[in-house]
């Protein structure tokens, strides 16, 4: 793919104006400030500053008193029902924290951007006109790539794009938006229930071709979604959500994939696909044809067909994204991009090379998906996911679903295929075989190994009894491998303190 700039525009001076002096000042001061993400003022409590991967609070200063609190809500002006207001023609959001009374004793200001650039790497997706879907957790950047979706579909393919814009995210405050979309128009949502409302108010009033909207996460909003895709508008859209799977089971969300029924089977169909009689069955055609799963802000998973992975996973079988990377390679002069199928940290000493001179095609069967692509990526392995048994060039699987009656068994009679086992379907477990396979031996390994196996069991610990856990100091790229795990089991994880004690801290999942 062609390298292009990548500008990004936070308007961050502005909002940092609206800080208190001495809080601003130490901010400005500070190596790195430029990627804040949030601040977070609370009376009584240190000011705090978060980035994407991690939060700082600022010891040196005093608590937050009353009267701060007070002086940025005077500079800020009204809040909406919702909590939340905004700086008029700029990205960013400030939501209120009110006490029983209704008065504001704390804020989070949150920094919006308008990156361009981001959404280059699966440009090809909304090109196609097709309805697109970003999945991922909060704060992961969807609203972000939806704006710069706005900007190039009205900008760069000349469609008619209008912003369905809950609470301001997508364009800002004020009346005239933000120059983050283009020439994209924008309707406002005066409260976030009224969204489907004026979803279906702008494909019924204004013809736009393109509806892009931010967190569709209700029942209504979904059954909105899918009258403007069957009025034939393109609908560009993100959810809440980790993976398609989380989708699947959300009994609000799921009819965006088409809805999920239970079907009896007869005798003889029962039999025919060896499964019990009653199974599950997509109800309907997509709303979305294409999901995207923002996975890091330079990871993503394409479902370039929703229909059919929703029918893959409901039979059980394996389904594969597309998985695309994002480098970048800083110069003096520029920022320019170039895009990788996997990815590729880089180690803090160079690794052996493998003994397999080619990529390995593998079909994993029974092995959970996301731990075995968070440690391929992490590990750097010229390992492939084979989306059928029959380019496979090994099998990995568990001892469980290896039986003689199992249906790996059935499906590998008469193939000269290697199968290859583990005691237990962990990370752990699956990282000393692809040691052993790749033989990639020494010291080295056996800090990356120790790693991963404390990530794992730390994993295991915060999921049981809900509370966080440090772990131990690590190297950067040992810190990335460990988020990658802690990652695919569902929790979230920062980085603390300085180095050499720099580690991973792990937090339960957000109910």
Same mark, same amino acid.
């Given at each position: 793919m062609n390298k292009k700039l990548t500008r990004v525009v936070d308007d961050l001076e502005v909002i940092l104006k609206l800080l208190p002096n001495d809080i601003r000042k130490f901010i400005v001061k500070m190596e790195g400030y430029d990627q804040l993400v949030e601040i977070v003022l609370d009376v009584g409590r240190l000011p705090e500053i978060r980035f994407s991967h991690e939060y700082v609070r600022l010891e040196k200063l005093p608590e937050v008193t009353?009267? /701060?609190?007070? *002086?940025?809500? +005077? #500079?800020?002006? #009204?809040?909406?029902?919702?909590?939340? =207001?905004?700086? *008029?023609?700029?990205?960013?959001?400030?939501? =209120?924290? !009110?006490?029983?009374? $209704? #008065? &504001?004793?704390?804020?989070?200001?949150?920094?919006?951007?308008?990156?361009?650039? %981001?959404? *280059?790497?699966?440009?090809?997706?909304?090109?196609? @006109?097709?309805?697109?879907?970003?999945?991922?957790?909060? $704060?992961? @950047?969807? %609203?972000? +790539?939806?704006?710069?979706?706005?900007?190039?579909?009205?900008?760069?393919? #000349? !469609?008619?794009? &209008?912003?369905?814009?809950?609470?301001?995210?997508?364009? @800002?405050?004020?009346?005239?938006?933000?120059?983050?979309?283009?020439?994209?128009?924008?309707?406002?949502?005066?409260?976030?229930? *009224? /969204? +489907? +409302?004026?979803m279906i108010e702008a494909v019924e009033n204004h013809m736009p071709q393109v509806i892009v909207v931010d967190e569709i996460g209700t029942e209504e909003e979904a059954k909105a979604a899918r009258t403007i895709a069957e009025r034939g508008v393109q609908l560009v859209a993100t959810a809440h959500g980790h993976n398609l799977e989380n989708l699947i089971k959300n009994p609000t969300l799921c009819d965006l994939l088409g809805g999920i029924q239970a079907v009896i089977l007869g005798d003889e169909e029962a039999k025919f696909r060896g499964t019990q009689k009653t199974v599950l069955e997509r109800k309907n055609l997509p709303t979305f044809q294409i999901l995207i799963e923002i996975r890091d802000r330079d990871t993503y998973a394409i479902y370039k067909n929703v229909a059919e992975s929703v029918d893959f996973y409901l039979r059980g079988e394996l389904f594969t994204p597309l998985i695309r990377h994002r480098d970048q390679q800083s110069t003096d002069k520029e920022k320019a991009e170039t895009y990788t199928e996997i990815d590729k940290p880089e180690p803090p000493q160079p690794r052996k090379k493998t003994a397999v001179s080619e990529r390995v095609q593998l079909y994993p069967f029974g092995i959970n998906n996301e731990y075995l692509m968070a440690l391929i990526h992490s590990m750097d392995l010229p390992v492939d996911i084979a989306p059928t048994l029959r380019e496979a060039d090994l099998i990995l699987t568990v001892k469980t679903k290896n039986t003689p009656k199992s249906k790996l068994s059935a499906i590998t009679k008469g193939q000269q295929i290697p199968i290859h086992i583990l005691k237990e379907n962990t990370v752990a477990s699956m990282s000393d075989f692809f040691r052993r396979f790749f033989d990639l031996g020494g010291s080295e390994d056996d800090i990356e190994g120790e790693s991963i196996r404390e990530a794992e069991n730390a994993c295991l610990k915060v999921i049981e009894e809900g509370k966080s856990i440090e772990l131990s100091p690590r190297h950067a790229y040992h810190r990335r491998i460990q988020h990658n795990i802690i990652e695919a089991h569902g929790l979230n994880s920062v980085s603390v303190g300085e180095d050499p004690n720099r580690r991973v801290r792990i937090y339960p999942k957000v109910k």
């Open positions: 009353q009267s /701060q609190i007070d *002086e940025v809500v +005077h #500079k800020i002006g #009204k809040f909406n029902l919702d909590n939340r =207001a905004g700086i *008029e023609r700029t990205l960013h959001r400030i939501s =209120a924290v !009110r006490n029983r009374n $209704g #008065k &504001i004793v704390g804020l989070t200001c949150r920094i919006g951007r308008a990156v361009q650039g %981001t959404i *280059e790497i699966v440009q090809d997706m909304l090109n196609t @006109g097709q309805n697109v879907l970003f999945l991922g957790p909060p $704060g992961i @950047g969807k %609203t972000t +790539h939806l704006r710069e979706a706005a900007r190039v579909l009205a900008d760069d393919l #000349k !469609r008619r794009v &209008i912003v369905v814009d809950t609470s301001n995210e997508i364009a @800002g405050d004020g009346d005239i938006p933000h120059a983050g979309i283009g020439t994209a128009r924008r309707m406002q949502v005066a409260s976030p229930d *009224e /969204q +489907h +409302h004026v």
